[in-house]
């Protein structure tokens, strides 16, 4: 069992980036001050040396961790709860570059407060919460899975669960992490309130190919839809008898997928070169970051 109060002198952060933008200056500077230290973990192969340098400006307790090369994002995360907990801290706050809060207000409703088998605290970015249920902590509700971004971690359980999983690279290492956690006997809990801003890819206009209305659809690249699908495969059968209802979901979730790049995605021969890569490869056991 752990039992851990959340102080702000408890608090760490982790950001991890990739080729960011200036807007990563504006979405950091809504939190950094709401922890004790950040850690910056940089995916980047050419690190923008002013854009870094901006952001050190930011305050004084960020450190800078280049990696000089895109390990995933597993693999960073754990770079930083690394660090968090060599320098002796017990939660660290999880956040993507692109995400930003809008507000203190998250901070400032969880902390001061101990919480029991608790993994996870996650500031919600939409009303969406997967399997509710009721919570012992004001504001908070028990769910199943929660993104990446906008997370306070409990490292002891993270230590415990065994960590992120390196090899998956990118997609579905938070999802993976809330099953283990879960089936470890941690709690994830996701705030009542939207207190988060997050981008999930981008925009694609189309119409409707039976109502012909136009609608919007969230489109990732070719290589993005390789790790969604290899990594739902992994998951699959690593959880298919443990959790075979979040099987069935992320089932139905790639056969829509599918069907949406079928129907309305631009260059579909692409994307379905990499569907058939990412079959091959979940087949052979191939992970990590993708190779050809």
């Known amino acids: 069992m752990t039992e851990d109060s959340l102080q702000k002198d408890s608090l760490a952060a982790v950001v991890v980036l990739y ?3 200036s807007s990563t200056i504006a979405n950091i500077a809504t939190y ?4 004790s230290h950040l850690y910056i973990v940089d995916n980047s192969e050419n690190p ?6 901006a952001l050190l400006k930011l305050s004084g307790h960020i450190s800078y961790h280049p990696f000089s090369e895109n390990k995933g994002i597993a693999m960073a995360l754990n770079a930083g709860v690394i660090l968090a907990g060599n320098d002796g801290y017990k939660w660290i706050l999880t956040m993507d570059q692109d995400s930003h809060f809008k507000n203190g207000d998250f901070f400032s409703s969880i902390l001061g407060a101990t919480y029991t088998d608790v993994a ?17 902590y004001p504001g908070l509700t ?14 002891t359980a993270w230590r415990i669960a065994g960590g992120f999983i390196d090899k998956m690279f990118i997609d579905e290492v938070d999802n993976e992490f809330c099953i283990r956690a879960r089936n470890m006997g941690f709690k994830i809990l996701a705030t009542n309130q939207i207190y988060l ?6 925009g694609l206009s189309a119409r409707h190919f039976l109502t012909r209305k136009e609608i919007v659809l969230t489109k990732h690249s070719p290589l993005r839809v390789y790790y969604t699908v290899r990594n739902n495969l992994y998951i699959w059968r690593k959880f298919a008898f443990s959790d075979f209802a979040f099987v069935a979901n992320r089932t139905r979730n790639i056969a829509t997928l599918l069907v949406k790049i079928m129907l309305y995605f631009p260059d579909k ?9 990412a079959i091959r490869d979940s087949s052979k056991g191939r992970y990590g970051k993708f190779s050809g």
């Open 142 to 155: 028990e769910v199943a899975f929660v993104i990446t971004s906008g997370n306070i971690l409990n490292i």
């Open 269 to 277: 021969k692409a994307y379905f070169s990499y569907v058939g890569k």
């Open 120 to 136: 996870i605290i996650a500031a919600s970015y939409n009303n969406i919460h997967s399997r509710p249920q009721p919570s012992a």
């Open 19 to 21: 080729n960011p933008d």
């Open 48 to 53: 923008d040396g002013a854009l870094i340098s």
């Open 197 to 202: 801003h997050h981008k999930l890819g981008e």
């Open 32 to 35: 950094v001050n709401e922890v």
